[in-house]
């Protein structure tokens, strides 16, 4: 192979990495699509699924991914929402870790969604009715 076929076979696939990312975080914004409009129309099983095809998505970008942050808390919700507080304390937890792990415990763990009356008392004190 030439040095110039090399350097075009390198430069073609940069310019792709930037396509699948972005082809990937379109499907993650489509699985949040689903899941707020499945659980503004009360479908809240239907809003699950869809959190949870969210999460694995989002996992595959790796640990530390804001986007797996934002689906955990939003499903933690869902479950509080539930009383299904266990389930929803282990999501909120790992979500508010990968919030500080991101933005730093200085800033609050940065913008995680927790509901107010949700029953934080204190740092992560979740399972508090």
């Given amino acids: 192979m030439t040095a110039l076929v090399r350097i075009v076979?390198?430069?073609?696939?940069?310019?792709?990495?930037?396509?699948?990312a972005d082809a990937q975080g379109s499907i993650w914004e489509r699985?949040?699509?689903?899941?707020?409009?499945?659980f503004s129309e009360g479908r809240h099983v239907d809003a699950e699924e869809?959190?949870?095809?969210?999460?694995?998505?989002?996992?595959a970008h790796g640990p530390d991914n804001p986007s797996l942050a934002q689906s955990l808390s939003s499903l933690g919700n869902l479950y509080r929402n539930q009383n299904r507080n266990?389930?929803?304390?282990?999501?909120?937890?790992?979500a508010l870790a990968i919030q500080e792990k991101v933005y730093g415990p200085e800033n609050g763990?940065?913008?995680?969604?927790?509901?107010?009356?949700?029953?934080?008392?204190?740092r992560w004190d979740w399972r508090q009715p």
């Fill in 109 to 122: 763990g940065g913008p995680i969604d927790v509901e107010k009356g949700s029953g934080v008392s204190s």
């Fill in 86 to 94: 266990e389930r929803a304390a282990q999501l909120l937890e790992r």
């Fill in 50 to 59: 869809a959190w949870l095809a969210a999460i694995k998505e989002a996992e």
């Fill in 31 to 38: 699985h949040v699509e689903t899941t707020q409009r499945a």
């Fill in 9 to 20: 076979s390198v430069t073609l696939l940069l310019l792709t990495v930037p396509l699948a």
